[in-house]
Nanobody, 118 residues
């Protein structure tokens, strides 16, 4: 079993910054992809950013140039640096990890709340 724990959420004013962390633990052989998703009131959960084991990244169009995803393989941890935050960035941010214990599977954290006020 893989445990996924997010941290770093909070309340900030528009234009501010937050850095989210996602730590995966367990008897992990390897991690393929780590990604951040968010869910806002009245909207479906959407992919915000993802990063592969070789460092390739993808971003939601609305966050390009403002958010940066990174990972520390030695710590099995992913980060999401969020700058120039807007009220529409408000939501619960979830980390998803594609990892191998005996086979490749997907694991979710419980989420961390980000609130951006105007």
């Amino acid at each position: 079993q893989v445990q996924v724990v997010e941290s770093g959420g909070g309340s900030v004013q528009a234009g501010g910054s937050l850095r989210l962390s996602c730590a995966a633990s367990g008897n992990i052989l390897s991690i393929n992809v780590m990604g951040w998703y968010r869910q806002s009131p009245g909207k479906q959960r959407e992919l915000v950013a993802r990063i592969t084991s070789d460092g390739s990244t993808n971003y939601l169009d609305s966050v390009k140039g403002r958010f940066t995803i990174s990972r520390d393989n030695a710590k099995n941890t992913a980060y999401l640096q969020m700058n120039s935050l807007k009220p529409e960035d408000t939501g619960v941010y979830y980390c998803n990890v594609e990892a191998v214990i005996k086979y490749l599977a997907s694991y979710w954290g419980k989420g961390t709340l980000v609130t951006v006020s105007s």
